[in-house]
C-alpha cells in the first residue's frame, strides 16, 4: 500500500507540497448516476419541473462545486481550472438512469481528480434536491473516477 502523504512527521494532516512539481496539463473525468421514478423523469426530459430547468440549474450547480473544491476537501489544492464540462446521458430501458459525466482540466502541478468528483456528486446531490418532492426515493451512484492524465498514472479498473 502506498504511504499515505497528507500526514505530517508528527502524524497530524497537511497540505502536500508540490511545489518542486512540473506544471502539466491535467484531465480527470468522473461519473455519477441517479436513479429516478417516470414522474421525475419526465418531468426534466419536458422542463416542467416546478423549480425550473433541472438539468441546467444541476450542470451550474456542479460546475460551481468543482470550482470550490478545495473550499470543502480541507487538503485540496486551490486550483485555477481552464475548463469543467458536465454532461448527461440517460438509460431507460429498463429504469430512469441519468447518467453524469464531468470533465476537468487545468494546467498545473497537481491533478483535478477530486475537482471532477465533486462536480459529479454536486451535480446529482442538486437534481435529488430540485427533485424531491415528487419522491425521496432516488438512488445516487455510484461515484468514480473513469479517466486522468497528467501526473502519474493511475488504475481505474472496477
Same mark, same amino acid.
Given at each position: 500500500?502506498?504511504?499515505?502523504?497528507?500526514?505530517?512527521?508528527?502524524?497530524?494532516?497537511?497540505?502536500?507540497?508540490?511545489?518542486?512539481?512540473?506544471?502539466?496539463?491535467?484531465?480527470?473525468?468522473?461519473?455519477?448516476?441517479?436513479?429516478?421514478?417516470?414522474?421525475?423523469?419526465?418531468?426534466?426530459?419536458?422542463?416542467?419541473?416546478?423549480?425550473?430547468?433541472?438539468?441546467?440549474?444541476?450542470?451550474?450547480?456542479?460546475?460551481?462545486? /468543482?470550482? +470550490?473544491?478545495?473550499? $470543502? @476537501?480541507?487538503?485540496?489544492?486551490?486550483?485555477?481550472? #481552464? !475548463?469543467?464540462?458536465?454532461?448527461?446521458?440517460?438509460?431507460?430501458?429498463?429504469?430512469?438512469?441519468?447518467?453524469?459525466?464531468?470533465?476537468?482540466?487545468?494546467?498545473?502541478?497537481?491533478?483535478?481528480?477530486?475537482?471532477?468528483?465533486?462536480?459529479?456528486?454536486?451535480?446529482?446531490?442538486?437534481?435529488?434536491?430540485?427533485?424531491? /418532492?415528487? +419522491?425521496?426515493?432516488? $438512488? @445516487?451512484?455510484?461515484?468514480?473516477?473513469?479517466?486522468? #492524465? !497528467?501526473?502519474?498514472?493511475?488504475?481505474?479498473?472496477?
Amino acid at each position: 500500500m502506498n504511504q499515505l502523504t497528507h500526514f505530517n512527521d508528527e502524524g497530524r494532516a497537511h497540505m502536500v507540497d508540490v511545489s518542486a512539481k512540473e506544471v502539466t496539463a491535467r484531465t480527470a473525468v468522473a461519473v455519477s448516476s441517479i436513479e429516478v421514478n417516470h414522474t421525475i423523469y419526465d418531468q426534466i426530459i419536458n422542463q416542467s419541473n416546478r423549480k425550473g430547468d433541472v438539468l441546467a440549474v444541476a450542470q451550474v450547480a456542479g460546475i460551481m462545486a /468543482a470550482k +470550490d473544491t478545495s473550499r $470543502i @476537501i480541507p487538503m485540496c489544492h486551490p486550483l485555477a481550472l #481552464s !475548463g469543467i464540462n458536465i454532461s448527461f446521458n440517460w438509460e431507460t430501458d429498463e429504469q430512469y438512469i441519468l447518467h453524469i459525466e464531468c470533465t476537468v482540466k487545468t494546467k498545473g502541478l497537481t491533478g483535478v481528480e477530486m475537482e471532477a468528483l465533486t462536480g459529479a456528486s454536486v451535480t446529482a446531490l442538486t437534481i435529488y434536491d430540485m427533485t424531491k /418532492a415528487v +419522491d425521496k426515493g432516488m $438512488i @445516487i451512484g455510484p461515484t468514480y473516477l473513469i479517466h486522468k #492524465s !497528467g501526473g502519474k498514472s493511475g488504475d481505474f479498473s472496477r
